[in-house]
């Protein structure tokens, strides 16, 4: 069973950092595509960053050049069972970036994975 735990949102003037991480756990496999999605009111979800399991990255248009995603992995060989810690740097914050952020994961990269965190607040002000 995958879990997903966001941390490291909050308030943050035009311009200023935040970095978001989100604890991974409970699955066993090391071929998993980890990323970030984000929802502002009334707006439709969208994809942020991804990680794919070979390393490669993808950024939305919108982020490129101002935030990045990267992660640190380790296997339990004793449980069979990956653990990772997903993270966002995000940079030059502005006030389109408000919204809240979800972290999730799933075997491919996709605009629908299969596993969510309960998202945290990003709001730029």
């Known amino acids: 069973h995958v879990q997903l735990v966001e941390s490291g949102g909050g308030s943050v003037e035009v311009g200023g950092s935040l970095r978001l991480s989100c604890a991974a756990s409970?699955?066993?496999?090391?071929?998993?595509?980890m990323g970030w999605f984000r929802q502002a009111p009334g707006k439709e979800r969208e994809g942020v960053a991804a990680?794919?399991?070979?390393?490669?990255?993808?950024?939305?248009?919108?982020?490129?050049?101002r935030f990045t995603i990267s992660q640190d992995k380790t296997e339990d060989t004793a449980l069979l069972q990956m653990k990772a810690t997903l993270y966002l740097q995000m940079n030059n914050l502005e006030p389109e970036d408000t919204a809240v952020y979800y972290c999730?994961?799933?075997?491919?990269?996709?605009?629908?994975?299969?596993?969510w965190g309960q998202g945290t607040q990003v709001t730029v002000s």
């Open positions: 409970g699955y066993t496999y090391s071929s998993y595509c």
């Open positions: 999730a994961a799933d075997l491919v990269c996709d605009d629908d994975p299969n596993f």
């Open positions: 990680i794919d399991s070979d390393g490669s990255t993808s950024y939305a248009d919108a982020v490129k050049g």
